[in-house]
């Protein structure tokens, strides 16, 4: 259990910190996402400056393996919620959330692809530290961190070549 425990530290950290950076990096705004999934505007627009600040603690504190009950279950209320978001907003034809910035592309499933994976990656993480494992070390917690970032980069091949499918000229006839 100890290994899992540092496995899915370091895939839960590298999701987080490349989509708090992406979001920094793109300048992207949840507000109108987050008022897309039926928040209030107010609400939603003192949630969405926190929410890199967030990820980002998350990050560098799973990755440390600091707080590990605590953080863990953060984490995973944090991702959940994202899941609840992209679960409320994917048959709408309104923005992406721009979760990762420019390598999301305003793919809806890959965003919620993404943050199933984080959610799952939490609760096997959540089990672990309730069975009371305890994180044996880097070497596991970097391959976790690998897999991670190895994960969403996928991901998002995956919708570029998908959006390039649909954008693609057709040569009909002949």
């Not at 991901?155 to 693609?168: C, D, K, S, Y």
Request: proline fraction near 3%; hydrophobic fraction near 55%; charge should be positive.
């Amino acid at each position: 259990m100890s290994d899992l425990l540092g496995f899915t530290q370091g895939f839960a950290a590298a999701i987080l910190a490349l989509g708090a950076a992406t979001k920094v990096v793109a300048r992207v705004d949840l507000e109108p996402f987050l008022v897309a999934t039926g928040l209030p505007g107010p609400v939603a627009g003192a949630i969405a400056p926190a929410v890199v600040p967030i990820e980002a603690v998350l990050a560098v504190l799973l990755a440390a393996g600091i707080a590990v009950k605590g953080v863990t279950a953060a984490g995973l209320l944090l991702s959940l919620g994202f899941v609840a978001a992209q679960l409320k907003t994917l048959r709408r034809a309104d923005q992406g959330c721009r979760c990762f910035g420019h390598l999301d592309s305003d793919d809806k499933a890959s965003a919620l692809a993404i943050a199933g994976l984080l959610a799952g990656s939490l609760l096997l993480a959540a089990a672990a530290v309730a069975s009371g494992a305890e994180s044996n070390g880097n070497v596991v917690r970097t391959f976790g961190a690998i897999t991670g970032l190895g994960s969403v980069l996928s991901m998002a091949l995956i919708a570029q070549v998908v959006r390039f499918q649909r954008e693609r000229p057709r040569i009909v006839g002949g």
